[in-house]
């Protein structure tokens, strides 16, 4: 890194022993501390405070008022120094916060590749965020969730801490997330469980009408059949074990987290109560 390939407005204050890659550009008003790392080409617009170890991937942009890698919200939080990982290539906008992770969860929060992250959106402690995953307005993950590759989380949304999101699900505007998310599921506003798969998705993603009808025959037989959950998936694994992205759902059911699954209103073991804390 030369000198000149980094421009840093003089109002703007970069502690000692902060790692500015090449092409690093720090606007006006920012802040960016002793163990913070900003790979090449990232762009902090202005008004920017970036702390602890932290982060920022090759080409990402930070906007206006956005705070990455403060102490994690967690009474348990002792100072420990944990970690921030940002990947490439992110949009980060306006008031948006993440937190480093802590010794009771992964030492770190990790965010993928090619994520957008739209207003005051929070990823809390210990979260784990795949690539190419947006968050819509002020979206909101609690500690220690993880979300897949290719997830839309929308405008309002809140998810429970713990929570695993699969991937390519769609999560509407304003839902209380309680519980797990098939990958490809699609949960809406004023519905408790899942609505469908996130038939959309399927289709952007370029699956075929075979992979998509293959998924709905999975669906169906995974949440409407006889005999109980883990029979279903075996029957479910038995008869489309071919398919990927059947494959994916399967072994998500499988890997059972702290969480239950989010199951359809209609669905042979839907519960509407959330489970005891």
């Keep these: 890194m030369s000198v000149s390939s980094v421009k840093i407005d003089p109002t703007s204050r970069v502690e000692d022993g902060a790692v500015l890659g090449e092409g690093v550009e720090i606007g006006p008003f ?7 790392v900003l790979e090449a080409g990232v762009k902090l617009i202005s008004h920017v405070a970036l702390a602890g170890h932290t982060t920022v ?5 930070v906007y206006p008022f ?24 992110c949009v980060i906008r306006e008031h948006v916060t993440m937190n480093t992770g802590t010794v009771g969860g992964h030492m770190e929060t990790v965010v993928g590749e090619g994520c957008m992250f739209m207003a005051a959106s929070h990823v809390a402690h210990d979260c784990i965020v795949g690539d190419r995953v947006i968050f819509a307005n002020n979206a909101t993950l609690a500690g220690h969730c993880t979300v897949g590759d290719n997830v839309f989380i929308g405008g309002l949304s809140a998810v429970h801490q713990f929570t695993r999101i699969g991937t390519g699900a769609m999560i ?15 949960m809406m506003e004023g519905h408790p469980g899942l609505r469908s798969l996130n038939y959309t998705g399927l289709k952007r993603r370029g699956l075929t009408l075979a992979q998509r009808r293959a998924l709905q025959a999975a669906y169906r037989e995974l ?4 005999g109980t959950l883990a029979e279903r998936t075996e029957r479910v694994a038995a008869q489309f074990g071919d398919e ?9 059911v499988r890997s059972a987290g702290k969480r239950r699954l989010t199951v359809p209103v209609d669905a042979v073991d839907h519960v509407v109560e959330p489970e005891a804390a």
Excluded: W
């Excluded at 403060?70 to 990947?87: A, C, D, V, W």
């Excluded at 949440?223 to 006889?226: I, P």
């Excluded at 990927?244 to 998500?252: S, T």
């Design 66 to 89: 956005a705070a990455l890698g403060f102490p994690p919200q967690s009474h348990h939080y002792k100072g420990e120094p944990t970690r921030l990982r940002i990947g490439r290539n």
């Design 57 to 61: 991937g090759e080409g990402s942009s």
């Design 172 to 186: 509407g505007g304003m839902c209380g997330v309680h519980f797990d998310i098939i990958p490809f599921g699609l």
């Design 30 to 36: 920012c802040t960016v501390g002793a163990n913070v």
């Design 223 to 226: 949440f409407y059949s006889a």
């Design 244 to 252: 990927a992205n059947v494959m994916l759902i399967v072994d998500f």
